[in-house]
């Protein structure tokens, strides 16, 4: 159910505005998926992104130190002005999307992402798309198999929640305006998909789902 996929780059920045890749880590291109060519890609047809985690706060800074400081400090990611000066950025430099990093609705990453990060998108005319942080968001251990069939306290399996989940990120995302489509379907990255087990029937029941509401998907492998 994945599309092929290839990192183009991957490094880290230097100055100026690339000073953004500072927190966003890995460069990757997507060929085709919007239907015109931003000014610094036309020449190749490219859609190049960078990954971008709404999970930033002073603290983390600190119990987590990084080998540079950002251009913005010990930054807040739930601030609005942050959000629009990372996108700034990003547009300066040739970018066309953000590849948004999703746990859950809740939680701090998920307001971010909806409150703070999404209407600065909008106001820009930027592009976005979901980074589906599987193990995290089904609260299943990272380097061991991520086995959809796990039983939950409630009964349900981590399956039956990746299901109820992309039924959220559908509500909230994926029929956006700004939302990037290849060929009309919305993309989404899954994390980790070399380590998900027992999956297909969920895959399957997500498909069905979201057909309802009109959305297809095309997902990549990460």
Avoid at 121 to 132: D, M, Q, S, T
Wanted: hydrophobic share 45%; proline share 5%; aromatic share 14%.
């Amino acid at each position: 159910p994945f599309a092929a996929w290839r990192p183009q780059r991957a490094f880290l920045c230097g100055s100026g505005a690339m000073n953004l890749l500072k927190i966003l880590w890995l460069v990757c291109a997507i060929p085709a998926i919007l239907p015109a060519a931003g000014p610094a890609n036309a020449a190749t047809n490219l859609r190049v992104g960078a990954y971008y985690y709404p999970w930033y706060y002073e603290a983390r800074w600190t119990n987590e130190p990084v080998a540079h400081t950002p251009t913005l400090g010990k930054y807040n990611s739930g601030r609005s002005e942050i959000a629009a000066r990372h996108i700034e950025w990003a547009t300066e430099a040739g970018l066309d999307f953000f590849l948004v990093s999703w746990l859950s609705q809740e939680g701090y990453e998920g307001r971010n992402f909806r409150r703070v990060l999404l209407p600065e998108i909008e106001k820009a005319g930027f592009r976005f798309a979901v980074l589906y942080e599987t193990s995290l968001a089904l609260g299943l251990q990272a380097g061991r198999p991520l086995d959809f069939a796990t039983l939950r306290a409630d009964g349900t399996t981590a399956g039956d929640r990746f299901v109820t989940q992309f039924d959220q990120v559908a509500e909230d995302y994926l029929g956006n305006e700004h939302y990037l489509r290849y060929n009309g379907k919305a993309v989404v990255m899954i994390y980790l998909v070399r380590d998900i087990r027992n999956a297909d029937k969920y895959f399957d029941s997500v498909r069905e789902r979201l057909g309802r509401r009109g959305i297809a998907l095309h997902l990549v492998a990460d």
